[in-house]
């Protein structure tokens, strides 16, 4: 069984689809770390409150946050992680982490998680997979230890250009990953 961090950022209509991930990695035996992006650990909107969000995460993963760069740094050196899940994955954090950029939470712990060569498991939710981060994703798919939660256009007449993670498929591409192997499809 491994030890995962879970990263989540802030596409805030799709957090409370998370839950049940956590539940999943947790039956198949796994530990599960919350990482909060500042976003989502000081953000109330219409779809959940920050505070109920963060309290949600700990009661499910049964452990505190790591919600600051300070909090995320030791993943790096400590190898605290076999796998870091960033579900979902933004735009904004796609675009950093695709420039090596670690300017927060989770781009901190991303970066100082791959320094182990160990998987980066990115579960998208962006409005401009097909536009303004295709680049983006397509500089992620081609780096190593990068891999891909199977993604599609969530609404291709309204949102043309946005994707999001199939997020049902994190523990069967979390178990691919700790063997080292992209579960395929990538689109679906």
């Given amino acids: ?5 879970l990263a989540f950022c802030g596409s805030f209509c ?3 689809k998370l839950f049940p991930v956590i539940e999943s990695l947790k039956a198949a035996g796994h530990s599960v770390t919350p990482i909060l992006s500042e976003a989502v650990r000081d953000t109330d909107t ?3 409150s920050a505070i109920e969000f963060r309290n ?3 009661r499910l993963c049964g452990c505190p ?3 600051s760069i300070v909090t995320a740094e030791p993943i790096g050196p400590k190898k605290l992680f076999d796998v870091v899940v960033v579900a979902p994955c933004t735009g904004n954090t796609l675009a950093k982490l695709a420039n090596s950029i670690a300017d927060g939470t989770v781009t901190l712990a991303c970066k100082a998680h791959l320094r182990n060569e160990r998987p980066l498991v990115i579960g998208v939710s962006t409005n401009d997979a097909l536009a303004g981060n295709a680049a983006n994703i397509g500089k992620l798919l081609g780096r190593k230890h990068v891999l891909f939660v199977p993604f599609a256009q969530d609404d291709a007449a309204g949102k043309p250009t946005s994707c999001v ?3 049902s498929l994190v523990s069967e ?3 691919e990953a ?3 192997r992209q579960r395929q499809p990538i689109l679906c």
């Fill in 1 to 5: 069984m491994a030890d995962i961090g």
């Fill in 14 to 16: 799709t957090l409370r």
């Fill in 46 to 48: 219409r779809f959940i």
């Fill in 56 to 58: 949600e995460a700990e």
């Fill in 65 to 67: 946050v790591i919600d």
């Fill in 165 to 167: 993670a199939d997020f």
């Fill in 173 to 175: 591409v979390v178990a």
């Fill in 178 to 180: 700790l063997c080292g």
